[in-house]
Structures are given as structure tokens and as C-alpha cells.
């Protein structure tokens, strides 16, 4: 196996002001592989309870998923619920079940070990850690995390900052970590932490990739309805981090194509609930709206 | 005159959380004008008060602006007091003081009536349209507005809006505007108004342009220090009309140009307190961060 994701499996209930939908297939680890399915093959290291549907267990390995590293436990499948605002960018969350995801504790098998991909969902940096344990060699790790943890376990986030190649962060994590307004600082600093790469992720405006010296910003696709914000940041994740490991290249101008498939990612996630319009993704539609994002951002030399 | 911009010529008092100052140069038609002046001669249409220093007159002629359409009127000078929220982005007015501003009523010169290209700064709309009146023929008019008159005002605004080319706005009076979430519909609704182009400016974020059917995504600069905000939009709006004006090309190609122009000065306003960057950019300046800006957001095509 050569990209392993760590992540939930969850079922999601979400309210918007277009609407809503209960028990939703979802989770970190869900979006980040069907996302990346579009690219390679993903090892899933989750856990869900005895209710987790035969049917979703189904889209995953048709998105080409190795499920062996799924646990089953007794008990519920781990659930969110929480309602978007009306500019569909803040939420508030309803409920928090963690039933078996309480327990979790992820165990890597021989040969997840020996994988050379690595994505950190967005999970307890202590777990965090614990996986990075397991890794024997791992040629790139990326990770995720959220403001529950920069404030509550800032300790351990940083040990998990020093040993990772990537971390995803938006802006309100990246100043609150740093303490720095400005997002190239604040960046920096983050870099100076440890990874050499800080992808600030920025909802409808986009995201910032800081790669070693390089600075990239690779906007948000524009789209005349967003129905589900959930699973963005992990659809860029998977996107981003599939295509790194199936073309192999980490150099610069790869990583930004990287980016670019991240973003456009993310941009088919939020056009259905959960994820109802990620799953039928295909390498058409990629191409087509990585040339459509070729045009937003395209423009001429000076002549001045 | 081919340029004519109509405007506030104020001073600010600014606070930030970084510092602050009082009683600078500032106003919507100074901003303009300086930052048109890069590429353009200005005519500046405004009215300031005895109390207007004879260093700032001094400030706007060494920026090629002509001046015979500043009115000096009994009275004080319009001035403004604001203060920046942590993030720099948010602000709350501390005072408005109108004084000459209260009763300006812009009376073009009969040279002023023949000009190309207007810009029609952020004041009431009945006073916008009172500007059109006065212009013969243009080739390309652009406003600015806000929330207040969309507020109050929105009739008036409508009409303005059926009379203009361009028109920019924020995320948010896009959509106080259109009533639209989404604000690609926010700009299609906008367009449907009148103007064939709605300039959505995004502070940090950057800005989109929508030109007809062309949508082009133009980031901010990351900087790493912003000192004050004030003035930013007017620069780019400046720089945007000054280049088209001096380039006298409408073609979508260049009004992409004029936007990472317009972009790249509202990064050097934000760099200094009122004008105090903003006044010494030259075109050196402006090709070398022309060229950042490329390097910003360029990325490869996609083989897959």
C-alpha cells in the first residue's frame, strides 16, 4: 500500500438553508479517499460500528479503497450533525456522537508500515503521533487538524508538527497557532515548526500553498450554488495528496498542479450533500475544470 | 482631460493595532488619482476646505493630477476617523465629519465633459448620476458605491448602475445588492442591472472580475505586514481604470492586465499609513511585482 489515510468514517447530518439531509455517508477518511480514488488506490485506517451500511462499504471499495485496515466495533457508527449559516461559510455544530470512534486507537498493518504516502485525518494529535509510530519510511506526511486541538492539546500538535512534510490549516488555525495576523508570517512560523509545506485553506476564497520558498495561491473554483461545505478541506486533502503519490513528483511546479486538482476537488464536493456529487468524479470532468481553473486565473505580460 | 474622476479629497484619522495617525490625505479621490498616475494624467472633480495644506495640493500636482476641478470652499475639509478590528479586515467609523462635503455638488468644466473615461468614487448616487449628466459621450464610466447606499438609496443606485460600465463592490454589497448567496449570481444579477462589468473586490482575498462571460480571479499580494487598509479599494480602482484609460484597450485580455495592476497597487497602498507607500510606486516597481503576481498563480497543464 503506498498512501494510507488515517481518518473517521462518520454518518453526517446536515442542515443548510437550502436544506438538509440526516445520516449522510461522511468523515475525514471517507472524502479524503474518494477523492483520491480519482488518482490511486487509498488504504482506509478507521473504525465504524455494527450499523455501518453494507452499501456504503460498497462505494468504497468501488472507489477503489483497501478496507482492510476498516475496523468493525461494536456499537454506533461515530455521528455529526451541524448547520451552516446563510453565508454557508461558519457552522455550528448540533451533535457530537462519538460512540466507537471514542475508543479508536488506529493499527497499521505490515504493509500500511511500509507505505511511502501518508495522510494524518483530522483526529487527536496524540493519535496522530501514535500513527507516525508505525510508519516505518515514509516518503511524505500530511496532516490535518482543527482549532479543537491547537487549543487543547497544543503540545502534541507541535510533536506531530515537527515529524510531518505537510500541514493543512485555514487561516483563523494558522494565526491562532502563530499568534501572527499576517498569513505569510503566520505561515513561516508554522514552516519553522517543522513542515515544509503549509497549505492554508480559505473556503470560497481558495487556498495559499507555502512550499519551502515557494508561495502559490490557487483560487476556488466560482460556482453559482454550494449545497454542502462539509468534506471540502478533506476532498482537497485527497485529491492533493493522491495526485502527489500517483505521479510521484514532489517538485515545485507539481505541487501546484496538486493544488490545482486539491482546489477543483473540493469545488465538486460542495456541489451535492455529502458526498453524492464526489463520488461520480471522473477523469473527464478533472480535466475540464482544471482547464476551466487555467482560464479564471490566466492573464498576459505587461507592456509598461 | 481623457480621465475624470469624481471623489472625496479627506483627511483620516486612523487606528489600527499596530498604531495609528492622525489627520492624513486621504479620501476616495485621492487614492484614485495617485494611483491612476502611474499610467495616466487624472482630473481630479472635489472640494476641499481652507484648512487644505498647501503640501498636499503640492503632493497630488507631482502626481500629474490636474487640479482645476478642486473646489476650495469655506469651511474645513471633509474628515474621517476609523478604527481596524484585530484582523484588519473589519473597521468601525469613530467620526464623519462632512464640513465642505455636505453641500458638493460636482460641476464638470467643459474639458472635463468630453473625457473618455470616468470613475465615480464611493458618494451618494444622486450625486453620481448628477455627474453623468454632465459627460457627453464616454467611452467607459466606472463606479464605486456602498452598503449605506444600497441601504438607503437603492433606487437612485439602479439607476446608476443602468449608466455604467463598471461597478465595483464587495462580497457583501453584492449580495445586499441581489439578495443572491452565491456571488457568481450576485455578479450575473449585477450585470443584469446595466454595467457588462461587476469588479467584486475581496480585501485579503484578492478580487473577480466579470467581464461579459469572462470571469478572471485575481489574488491579493500576500504581504506580510498590512499597516492600514484605508484606501485600498480606490487604489485598485484607481490603477484598473488608469491603465485601461492609458492603454485605451477594452479587450478582455487587457482588462485582466488592468486588474493584477489594480490588485498589485491596493498592496502598495495597504503598505504605509493613507498614501505614504502608495505615493512613491513607479513603474519599477509595479513591473516587478507585475512578475510576482505571475509567479503567484501560474501552474502547468494537467497529463492525465
Given amino acids: 500500500m503506498s498512501l494510507v489515510v488515517v481518518g473517521s468514517v462518520a454518518y453526517d447530518s446536515i442542515q443548510t438553508p437550502l436544506g438538509g439531509r440526516d445520516d449522510m455517508l461522511g468523515g475525514s477518511g471517507t ?5 483520491a480514488s480519482a488518482f490511486t488506490r487509498t ?12 452499501d456504503d462499504l460498497a462505494l468504497l471499495q468501488a ?33 457530537t456522537e462519538l460512540n466507537v470512534f471514542e475508543t479508536f486507537a488506529p493499527v497499521l498493518s505490515p504493509s ?12 487527536q494529535p496524540k493519535l496522530q503521533d501514535h500513527v507516525l509510530e508505525q510508519v516505518r519510511s515514509p516518503r511524505f506526511v500530511a496532516a490535518d487538524t482543527m482549532n479543537l486541538w491547537i487549543d487543547i492539546a497544543r503540545a502534541e500538535l507541535c510533536e506531530v508538527l515537527r515529524r510531518v512534510d505537510a500541514i493543512f490549516v485555514n487561516d483563523e488555525e494558522a494565526r491562532m497557532l502563530t499568534g501572527k495576523r499576517s498569513v505569510v508570517l503566520a505561515a513561516k512560523e508554522i514552516q519553522a515548526f517543522g513542515p515544509n509545506m503549509v497549505i492554508i485553506k480559505r473556503g470560497e476564497h481558495g487556498a495559499i500553498v507555502f512550499n519551502e520558498d515557494d508561495i502559490f495561491y490557487v ?33 515545485s511546479e507539481n505541487v501546484r498542479r496538486a ?46
Avoid at 472524502?31 to 477523492?35: C, E, T
Fill in 219 to 251: 483560487p476556488a473554483y466560482p460556482l453559482e450554488r454550494v449545497v454542502d461545505p462539509t468534506g471540502a478541506g478533506d476532498s482537497f486533502a485527497g485529491a492533493f495528496v493522491g495526485y502527489l503519490e500517483a505521479t510521484g513528483d514532489l517538485s
Fill in 43 to 54: 488504504s482506509l485506517v478507521a473504525v465504524v460500528g455494527e450499523d455501518f451500511a453494507a
Fill in 31 to 35: 472524502f479524503f479517499s474518494i477523492a
Fill in 63 to 95: 472507489h477503489n479503497v483497501d478496507l482492510t485496515g476498516l475496523v468493525t466495533a461494536p456499537g454506533r457508527t461515530f455521528r455529526w450533525g451541524g448547520r451552516y449559516h446563510e453565508d454557508m461559510n461558519g457552522r455550528d455544530t448540533l451533535f
Fill in 259 to 304: 493544488a490545482v486538482v486539491g482546489s477543483l476537488m473540493a469545488s465538486f464536493c460542495v456541489e451535492g450533500y455529502g458526498v453524492e456529487r464526489l463520488k461520480r468524479v471522473d477523469r473527464v470532468a478533472i480535466r475540464e475544470r482544471y482547464q476551466a481553473f487555467s482560464e479564471l486565473t490566466r492573464f498576459g505580460v505587461l507592456d509598461l
Fill in 112 to 123: 500500511q508500515r511500509e507505505s511511502g504516502f501518508v495522510f494524518l485525518g483530522n483526529i
